[in-house]
T-cell receptor
């Protein structure tokens, strides 16, 4: 059973288009994240949701909008795609709680190529 | 602000040699968490270890071992008797004492390990 899944795995699209990436986790976690990995492999957090509530919103263009319909899903919608959006996008999940610092489990990544 | 430095970008070793990956972190918090992740050529990110700032015990898991030293703000990772399957990018990451549900990971730039058969 896949713990954190993302669809699609590859996404090739033209500048100006709108696209979505879906993420689902079956670990029963209450916190989900989106990270972006650039061409130099640098990983940076974009958003996090806890129990469907937005917790972290890094300096990300407004063209990126996360949506969490329930605890197990966190989708990423991107409007007006630009060349610089080409990257690998990772979804992750963890169990929150006051203890904090929980390990995050990552999906397989979605490689987005904007032409 | 949290910061993680992995100075060695690419490290090549011959199979069966040991390799140590350095990770130096910066944080103003007294409670924080350190992690290592592996990213093999297939691209997924695999969790390896989590350590909290109050636990400085070294850890060994098979051929992997970790050395946490608060005095030098380092959390180094050693692969003993490396194998070709260890070829991957290894990321060190830091999470400061988070609020409820706010579990941001700050990653280092990664160490590309190439194990030569």
């Amino acid at each position: 059973d896949t713990a954190v899944s993302q669809t699609p795995k590859y996404l090739v699209t033209q500048m100006g288009n709108d696209k979505s990436i879906k993420c689902e986790q079956n670990l029963g976690h209450d916190t989900m994240y989106w990270y972006k990995q650039d061409s130099k492999k640098f990983l940076k957090i974009m958003f996090s949701y806890n129990n469907k509530e937005l917790i972290i919103n890094e300096t990300v263009p407004n063209r990126f909008s996360p949506k969490s319909p329930d605890k197990a899903h966190l989708n990423l919608h991107i409007n007006s795609l630009e060349l610089g959006d080409s990257a690998v996008y990772f979804c992750a999940s963890s169990q929150g709680g006051l203890a904090g610092g929980r390990e995050q489990y990552f999906g397989p990544g979605t490689r987005l190529t904007v032409t | 602000a949290q910061k993680v430095t992995q100075a060695q970008t690419e490290i090549s070793v011959v199979e069966k040699e040991d390799v140590t990956l350095d990770c130096v972190y910066e944080t103003r918090d007294t409670t924080y968490y350190l992690f290592w992740y592996k990213q093999p050529p297939s691209g997924e990110l695999v969790f390896l270890i989590r350590r909290n700032s109050f636990d400085e015990q070294n850890e060994i898991s098979g051929r992997y071992s970790w050395n946490f030293q608060k005095s030098t703000s380092s959390f180094n990772f050693t692969i003993t008797a490396s194998q070709v399957v260890d070829s991957a990018v290894y990321f060190c990451a830091l999470s400061e004492a988070p609020l409820y549900g706010n579990n941001r990971l700050a990653f280092g730039k990664g160490n590309q390990v190439v194990v030569i058969p």
